[in-house]
């Protein structure tokens, strides 16, 4: 049997009550994205003919995630507490599939952020989705916490580190970031709560039809109790705002988010908490990237995907100093010329062969659709990071080694060690410009647009 014909046998029997005997399933489709989660649309459909379309997501062991129990158990307390969340039909472990199955109700509407913050037929609804958002948060942080949610308390910053630091030392801009946040506690909020975890645009469906424009919120596994400005926070990073103007999920502002929040939560997060979780969201992404990376590098996985995420960790160091208002030095620099001769290896050399590959991909995988075309654009980019550092690395780490000469730091490494520890803070503008300049120099490497 097939991924597919697996998923499906497991649907139909995970989905209970919902799909009696004598049931199949059709249209069976795995969807794009889903670096932790396999997510499947298919129908079920009944002996006397009708359709029950569901959505089935397929667990992969993954320390970072919720069971899917305890997904499940999250989305039935929010629906309860009245947040518009997926029903779920069933959630069970399943032999054949390698993992655990949670069946839900497949909702109606749009996820992908660059149509929800670009296409015509939401131009109504965008207005309104950072006011709706804070009001879906607040009533996912008034549900009943369910026993099986994990509640870790202590120091999130502390938290952070031990849930992801995974025995790395921090890329220097993240490193500025956390110290930061460790220096510079946030307000405490009212009480802790049941929190999503993974509040975002792409877990927001999106609906003309739905209420103030929000149809479902979707992908638990990062479900827990903490405080609830975690969300808030997690929704205004940059990294979420897919190029769109607000600083809402790109579609609105903190403002109008908070003042929907305070409609329904009865009390009005300060900007300040929202500020210091918004750093913290940005840091987190920053360390997750590294995890998922290590996923591969660690030899446990292969996925293009998962490696070419570890990159953009450069991004995140960005917004960090963003956020802090450090200025970044100007990192362009025009590519090497093309030698005029070929060296030991020959022709074609390795940019001949990068633009063969890159050739293909355009005319060929990335033409295609679902998760095929998803990862053969991953792909693409994969390609394009390397042939950019191909034309500039050498000189990049010339430069960069100069201002770590001038502190008495051999890399990167110690250059973060600094950071964290102190050690050069007589010199900080000079530790602060060092790092700024590594950062300008692998975000023109890893995302130039950014």
Same mark, same amino acid.
């Given at each position: 049997m097939s991924r597919a014909d697996d998923v499906a046998a497991a649907a139909l029997a995970v989905a209970g009550g919902a799909v009696p005997a004598g049931s199949r399933a059709d249209d069976v489709r795995r969807l794009t994205g889903g670096a932790s989660r396999?997510?499947?649309?298919?129908?079920?459909?009944?002996?006397?003919g009708a359709v029950v379309p569901v959505v089935a997501r397929v667990a992969r062991a993954d320390a970072l995630n919720a069971a899917l129990d305890v997904e499940a158990d999250a989305l039935r307390s929010a629906a309860a507490a009245g947040a518009p969340v997926p029903e779920v039909l069933g959630v069970a472990p399943v032999a054949a599939v390698d993992g655990s199955v949670m069946v839900m109700r497949r909702e109606v509407g749009e996820t992908i952020a660059r149509r929800i913050l670009r296409d015509e037929a939401y131009a109504d609804v965008r207005p309104l989705l950072a006011r709706r958002l804070g009001e879906v948060a607040a009533s996912v942080h008034a549900a009943a916490v369910p026993a099986s949610v994990p509640d870790v308390v202590g120091d999130p910053v502390d938290l952070l580190v031990a849930e992801l630091g995974g025995g790395h030392v921090p890329p220097p801009g993240l490193a500025v970031g956390l110290r930061w946040l460790r220096e510079h506690p946030p307000p405490a909020s009212p009480a802790r709560c049941l929190v999503h975890g993974d509040l975002r645009m792409?877990?927001?469906?999106?609906?003309?039809?739905?209420?103030?424009?929000?149809?479902?919120?979707?992908?638990?596994?990062?479900v827990h109790v903490g405080d609830p400005v975690e969300d808030l926070g997690w929704l205004c990073a940059k990294v979420w705002r897919f190029g769109g103007p607000g600083p809402v999920g790109g579609v609105g502002s903190r403002e109008e988010l908070l003042d929907g929040y305070?409609?329904?939560?009865?009390? !009005? *997060? =300060? @900007?300040?908490?929202?500020?210091?979780?918004?750093?913290? +969201?940005?840091?987190?992404? &920053?360390?997750?990237?590294?995890?998922?990376?290590?996923?591969?590098?660690?030899?446990?996985?292969?996925?293009?995907?998962?490696?070419?995420?570890?990159r953009r960790a450069a991004e995140q160091e960005h917004d960090v100093l963003l956020h802090l208002g450090v200025e970044?030095?100007?990192?362009?620099?025009?590519?090497?010329? !093309? *030698? =005029? @001769?070929?060296?030991?290896?020959?022709?074609?050399?390795? +940019?001949?062969?990068?633009? &063969?590959?890159?050739?293909?991909?355009?005319?060929?995988?990335?033409?295609?659709?679902?998760?095929?075309?998803f990862e053969a654009r991953v792909?693409?980019?994969?390609?394009?990071?390397?042939?950019?550092?191909?034309?500039?690395?050498?000189?990049?780490d010339a430069a960069h080694a100069a201002l770590l000469d001038d502190l008495g730091l051999a890399d990167d490494l110690a250059?973060?060690?600094?950071?964290?520890?102190?050690?050069?803070?007589?010199?900080?503008?000079?530790?602060l410009a060092a790092v700024a300049d590594g950062v300008a120099r692998r975000l023109a490497v890893a995302n130039p647009r950014h």
């Amino acid at each position: 049997m097939s991924r597919a014909d697996d998923v499906a046998a497991a649907a139909l029997a995970v989905a209970g009550g919902a799909v009696p005997a004598g049931s199949r399933a059709d249209d069976v489709r795995r969807l794009t994205g889903g670096a932790s989660r396999e997510t499947w649309s298919l129908d079920l459909v009944l002996p006397d003919g009708a359709v029950v379309p569901v959505v089935a997501r397929v667990a992969r062991a993954d320390a970072l995630n919720a069971a899917l129990d305890v997904e499940a158990d999250a989305l039935r307390s929010a629906a309860a507490a009245g947040a518009p969340v997926p029903e779920v039909l069933g959630v069970a472990p399943v032999a054949a599939v390698d993992g655990s199955v949670m069946v839900m109700r497949r909702e109606v509407g749009e996820t992908i952020a660059r149509r929800i913050l670009r296409d015509e037929a939401y131009a109504d609804v965008r207005p309104l989705l950072a006011r709706r958002l804070g009001e879906v948060a607040a009533s996912v942080h008034a549900a009943a916490v369910p026993a099986s949610v994990p509640d870790v308390v202590g120091d999130p910053v502390d938290l952070l580190v031990a849930e992801l630091g995974g025995g790395h030392v921090p890329p220097p801009g993240l490193a500025v970031g956390l110290r930061w946040l460790r220096e510079h506690p946030p307000p405490a909020s009212p009480a802790r709560c049941l929190v999503h975890g993974d509040l975002r645009m792409g877990n927001v469906m999106v609906s003309a039809e739905a209420p103030g424009g929000v149809g479902a919120l979707l992908d638990w596994e990062l479900v827990h109790v903490g405080d609830p400005v975690e969300d808030l926070g997690w929704l205004c990073a940059k990294v979420w705002r897919f190029g769109g103007p607000g600083p809402v999920g790109g579609v609105g502002s903190r403002e109008e988010l908070l003042d929907g929040y305070a409609a329904v939560a009865g009390w !009005r *997060p =300060s @900007g300040e908490a929202l500020a210091w979780w918004e750093l913290f +969201a940005t840091v987190r992404w &920053g360390l997750m990237t590294r995890v998922m990376a290590d996923r591969v590098l660690d030899a446990h996985e292969e996925s293009v995907e998962l490696v070419t995420i570890g990159r953009r960790a450069a991004e995140q160091e960005h917004d960090v100093l963003l956020h802090l208002g450090v200025e970044l030095p100007d990192a362009s620099l025009a590519p090497a010329p !093309r *030698p =005029s @001769g070929a060296g030991v290896h020959g022709v074609p050399t390795a +940019a001949d062969l990068l633009d &063969g590959v890159r050739h293909w991909l355009v005319s060929g995988p990335l033409a295609g659709s679902g998760a095929a075309g998803f990862e053969a654009r991953v792909a693409l980019t994969a390609l394009d990071v390397v042939r950019r550092e191909l034309a500039r690395g050498a000189t990049d780490d010339a430069a960069h080694a100069a201002l770590l000469d001038d502190l008495g730091l051999a890399d990167d490494l110690a250059l973060s060690r600094a950071v964290l520890d102190g050690s050069s803070d007589d010199r900080w503008d000079a530790v602060l410009a060092a790092v700024a300049d590594g950062v300008a120099r692998r975000l023109a490497v890893a995302n130039p647009r950014h």
